[in-house]
């Protein structure tokens, strides 16, 4: 096979930076209107049809034979045979991460709080989990373990009281890590049942499927389409496009390493976007000569071409302030600042989902065993978003309890700003509660 590659080179210095720079980070996650009727329309099927619209789907686009849908239920029992089936190796690879995983997602957790007023009103917040969150995991070949633990583990932690696990099995093809991974993160149940019906099974419920609070987890067009349509009925973590990755350097890190960090995210699929950023341009050079060293001997060259040649750039800029200055404009979902003192620059990021400090901090880590969720924001919503967390499995109601004198002095107040609304029965429901002595006043 012959590969080769052709990776766009930028100058922040070239008057029309910004329009190439726009140009290259565009993406469309916009599905067409021929995908949106077909989920459409299987979302109806699951919510008149149920369990059976689900075992005809996944007979019709899994080609997997199932006679009922307990032919689709996966029990403890079975997730707990799958950690004997994998290598001594691999489980306690799982185990690892996953504790480091558990261990840094113990520190989000928030708490309810209260503080009393002079006059004796009490306010505060109260932190409840969800009651049930479901856990949509690729399938087949697309099989991803770490996923499971980076969605799961926070739920665990958050207190949600079950988490629901559904990933195709297309052809019978069970992939043992996975259903390992959901037995060490504590996965409570699981449905081989995958795509757009299996969305809908959570979202609306089944006779077999319950209905869930929210749905996290990566999938496909169909998934994401679904996902977008099921929002408001339950909740969802993100609509995320293609994987991200842009490395800042000083021009002193070993550039085979940092073409091989760029390779990271380039080989998850052909709109997977690698970018390099230094004001170093002999550097630039160098990290291009090693791209088409490494590039041959890599198992998923043809992915990886597609993508460096399609979406990725090497870009040089004036000094390392500069270099900052792109890397929030481009709000990536990985960040690395491959750089002799990154601590220094931290303050200068605004925009990122996850921030890898350091040459010997590759990306790699931080999607398997690091600690930090590798759910992130892409495609520039760094800018308003944030990694998933436990707090995405948490909500907050507010709490108030008024002292008798807290509603009269409340009260007063709400009965200018609602009279001022022409809301006449939101003023005197505050005003029937004002003491007398002030009535008068």
């Known amino acids: 096979m012959t590969v080769s590659t052709a990776i766009a080179r930028l100058n922040a210095a070239d008057p029309d930076f910004a329009r190439h720079l726009d140009h290259l980070l565009s993406w469309e996650s916009v599905s067409d209107e021929a995908v949106n009727q077909r989920v459409l329309d299987i979302i109806k099927a699951v919510r008149e049809r149920g369990d059976d619209a689900l075992v005809e789907f996944t007979q019709r686009f899994d080609g997997l034979q199932a006679d009922s849908i307990q032919d689709l239920i996966l029990d403890r029992q079975r997730l707990e045979l799958a950690l004997t089936r994998i290598t001594d190796t691999q489980r306690a690879a799982l185990e690892k991460a996953a504790q480091r995983v558990r261990l840094y997602h113990e520190r989000q957790k928030q708490d309810s709080w209260q503080y009393t007023e002079a006059d004796g009103t009490v306010l505060g917040q109260k932190v409840t989990p969800l009651d049930r969150a479901g856990l949509y995991v690729p399938g087949g070949k697309a099989s991803y373990p770490s996923s499971v633990l980076m969605n799961a583990i926070p739920a665990k932690v958050a207190g949600v009281g079950e988490v629901v696990m559904v990933v195709p099995t297309p052809r019978g093809e069970v992939n043992e890590l996975v259903l390992a991974a959901a037995c060490i993160a504590g996965v409570d149940r699981v449905f081989t049942v995958g795509g757009a019906q299996a969305v809908a099974a959570l979202a609306y419920g089944t006779a077999s499927v319950p209905k869930v609070d929210k749905i996290v987890g990566p999938g496909n067009i169909y998934v994401a389409t679904a996902k977008r349509h099921v929002f408001g009925q339950v909740g969802i973590d993100m609509i995320a496009g293609p994987s991200e990755i842009l490395v800042v350097c000083d021009g002193q890190t070993d550039p085979d390493w940092i073409a091989m960090d760029l390779f990271s995210q380039a080989e998850h699929d052909e709109d997977a976007q690698a970018i390099l950023v230094s004001p170093d341009a002999a550097f630039l050079d160098r990290v291009a000569a090693s791209i088409d060293k490494l590039l041959p001997t890599m198992e998923r060259a043809d992915i990886i071409e597609k993508s460096v040649n399609g979406r990725g750039a090497l870009i040089q800029v004036r000094d390392m302030q500069q270099a900052i200055e792109v890397a929030n404009r481009i709000a990536p979902e990985h960040l690395e600042l491959s750089v002799a003192d990154p601590q220094a620059w931290l303050p200068h990021i605004r925009h990122a989902g996850a921030i890898f400090m350091g040459r010997h ?15 992130l924001p892409t495609s520039g919503t760094a800018r308003f978003s944030s990694p998933l967390g436990v707090y995405d499995f948490q909500k907050r109601s507010s709490i108030i309890f008024c002292s008798e004198l807290g509603a009269s002095e409340l009260g007063r107040t709400a ?8 809301l006449t029965a939101h003023a005197r429901s505050a005003e029937y509660r004002i003491l007398t002595t002030e009535k008068g006043n």
Do not use: K, Q, W
């Not at 009965?415 to 022409?422: H, I, M, P, T």
């Open 415 to 422: 009965s200018v700003l609602a009279r001022g609304e022409s």
């Open 361 to 375: 901090t590759s990306e790699a880590l931080g999607d398997y065993c690091a600690g930090p969720n590798h759910v």
